[in-house]
């Protein structure tokens, strides 16, 4: 097999490879092989056609796509590899020759891995961020707490106030007429929380029990049912229920009713050592972070949008599972924020690019300061996973193997590499 590679733009290139005869009769045999199983011919039994009747039967033109799908993503594979380039996107791939005694030839349109030119990256300058945890940080943490505590009590009387737990019903109207969708009985609705549309709660605060009111709201223009987009609607509103929050003193049996501890001071004293670590952590992060963006603003990279897109349905994913852990579909997201697909895909095109663009710049500090991998290193982050997941390191292995992720894992290991690398090579202002 011989093959070319010529770049023919930044990040596309024409990869032209011929394959020998020999491999095509190879190919060819296991074509052959394989439809004469499905294959019915008078006077023989399904899988027994003798060749040379099967081609003057059907000809052996019949083989061949068998034959190029057999042989091509091993050519293909072989030659990639033997170039050195790295595809991201599937290839356009154009068959030029393929015939039974002669060479296969094809070409492929390839999207690559572009190409960085790093600038700076050793000894980056960052200003050292602040861990230090004062009194007023600790006393939001146990307002937190005591708000998370809070036992909800149900109001007889008095109006509906931000932050009480209401019970309604709904039905909106489009111009006198009802929507479809506008209608809710028995609706739970926390005021405040920002879960409706878009000044229909806080129209709710005032309501007593049992009174009803129409409510005026406009639709986000962005709104995914495009019937209602901009549109200005009337709800009809009847409050059922109040509950309001009934905060628990800030005193001794709070601290033995949340925790382990007797006393509040114990608590505090523990609730302060917890987020001092906590804002170490969050500062080591951030000046990673810090230093990483400063690193890829040096260098000079152009970011493929195939790139981009394929980060996007990632964060999507990361997205749709966080909302499922809170009970919440991506559908029902759509309906509450007004949003669609395409909207929600467009807020993250700008997170998605940069981290591709970091993660280029990375990979390209990693191969600079020859960063490798060892096995070992491999072995110990599926130790690390094995904990967190509670099964075997084995187990894991061989469902990443198959999966084709231990690569990926390799791959991101050595980025984290990198930012190590940037880290140690840094100063801190």
Do not use: C
Not at 232 to 252: C, Q, S, T, Y
Not at 330 to 339: I, K, N, T, V
Not at 340 to 351: I, S, T
């Amino acid at each position: 097999m011989t093959a070319n590679w010529e770049k023919i733009e930044k990040n596309v290139g024409v990869l032209e490879v011929e394959v020998d005869a020999e491999q095509v009769t190879i190919a060819l045999d296991k074509a052959f092989r394989k439809v004469v199983q499905k294959v019915n011919v008078p006077g023989f039994r399904k899988g027994k056609v003798p060749r040379g009747i099967f081609e003057a039967r059907f000809g052996v033109e019949s083989l061949y796509q068998d034959a190029i799908d057999i042989l091509l993503p091993e050519a293909y594979t072989k030659a990639i590899d033997e170039k050195g380039i790295e595809p991201i996107d599937r290839p356009e791939v154009d068959v030029e020759q393929f015939a039974k005694g002669q060479s296969f030839k094809f070409k492929a349109k390839v999207t690559v891995k572009p190409e960085v030119k790093l600038g700076d990256y050793k000894g980056l300058v960052v200003p050292a961020e602040n861990a230090e945890v004062s009194d007023e940080e600790v006393a939001a943490e146990l307002e937190r707490l005591q708000q998370r505590h809070a036992e909800l009590v149900v109001v007889d009387e008095g109006p509906a106030q931000l932050g009480d737990h209401t019970s309604i019903d709904f039905e909106g109207f489009l111009d006198g007429v009802p929507f479809e969708g506008g209608k809710g009985e028995n609706y739970a609705l926390e005021l405040g929380s920002g879960s409706f549309i878009p000044g229909f709660e806080e129209q709710v605060v005032g309501l007593n029990i049992a009174e009803e009111k129409d409510i005026d709201v406009t639709f986000p223009e962005n709104y995914q049912a495009e019937n209602l987009a901009g549109k200005a609607v009337v709800f009809k509103v009847k409050l059922h229920e109040i509950k309001r929050k009934n905060l628990p003193a800030l005193d001794d049996e709070f601290a033995k009713d949340v925790s382990e501890f007797d006393t509040l001071d114990e608590y505090k004293a523990d609730l302060s050592a917890k987020l001092q670590e906590r804002k170490a952590k969050d500062a080591e992060i951030a000046r990673e972070t810090a230093i990483v963006d400063k690193a890829t603003e040096a260098a000079e990279v152009e970011v493929p949008q195939v790139l981009v897109d394929t980060e996007i349905d990632h964060m999507l994913k990361d997205f749709e599972s966080r909302l499922r852990q809170q009970g919440m579909t991506l559908d029902l997201y759509y309906q509450f924020s007004g949003q669609d697909a395409a909207a929600l895909k467009a807020q993250m095109q700008g997170d998605a690019e940069k981290r591709v663009r970091n993660n280029l710049v990375l990979e390209a500090i990693a191969k600079a300061e020859n960063l490798e991998v060892s096995e070992a290193e491999v072995d110990e982050e599926l130790d690390n996973l094995s904990k967190l997941y509670n099964r075997p390191a084995q187990e894991l292995r061989d469902i990443f193997a198959a999966n084709g992720y231990l690569e990926n894992m390799g791959a991101d290991l050595k980025v984290r590499k990198a930012v190590k690398f940037l880290v140690d090579n840094s100063k801190a202002e």
